[in-house]
């Protein structure tokens, strides 16, 4: 009999993947509605775009993006200031036997993705690819 696989190729389970997703739900519609009483998120768009479970499920580490990359800090530290009431707020909403953790950082993976671009776009990088790479 074939065991079941129940865990991605990156190697985090289906289960924590599928919190995570939930969570990332959760958390971008509370942001969106404007549930967050804080002055330094009013009238900010900030995107969750990615909530990584441990495998205890008791930590969850959010990565966000405000819109256009402004006010980064300020929106980490605001995030960070109301975790406590964001963790209560999930906490409400899935059901799980404990409420995770929120730690916040923001999302890098944008402008990486940008500088691996402008490298692959270099016309010494182009002149070592060649016309059939």
């Known amino acids: 009999m074939a065991k079941y696989n129940d ?3 990156e190697g985090r389970s289906i289960r924590t993947l599928r919190v995570g997703e939930q969570m ?8 969106v509605r404007g549930e967050v009483h804080d002055p330094r998120l009013a009238g900010e768009t900030i995107s969750v ?3 990584r479970m441990s495998p205890d499920l008791r930590h969850a580490t959010v990565f ?7 006010n980064q800090v ?3 530290a605001a995030l960070k200031d109301n975790a406590g009431y964001l ?3 999930v906490a409400k909403r899935v059901r799980m036997k404990y409420a995770a953790e929120l730690k916040f950082l923001i999302d890098e993976s944008f ?3 940008d500088h691996i671009d402008r490298l692959l776009r270099d016309p ?3 002149q070592d690819l060649g016309e059939g790479d």
């Open 24 to 31: 990332r739900h959760i958390l971008s519609e509370l942001l």
């Open 74 to 76: 300020e929106i980490g």
């Open 124 to 126: 010494k990088v182009a």
């Open 7 to 9: 865990t991605s190729p």
């Open 49 to 51: 775009t990615e909530v």
């Open 111 to 113: 402008e990486e993705g």
């Open 64 to 70: 966000f993006k405000p819109l256009l990359g402004q």
């Open 87 to 89: 963790k209560g707020e």
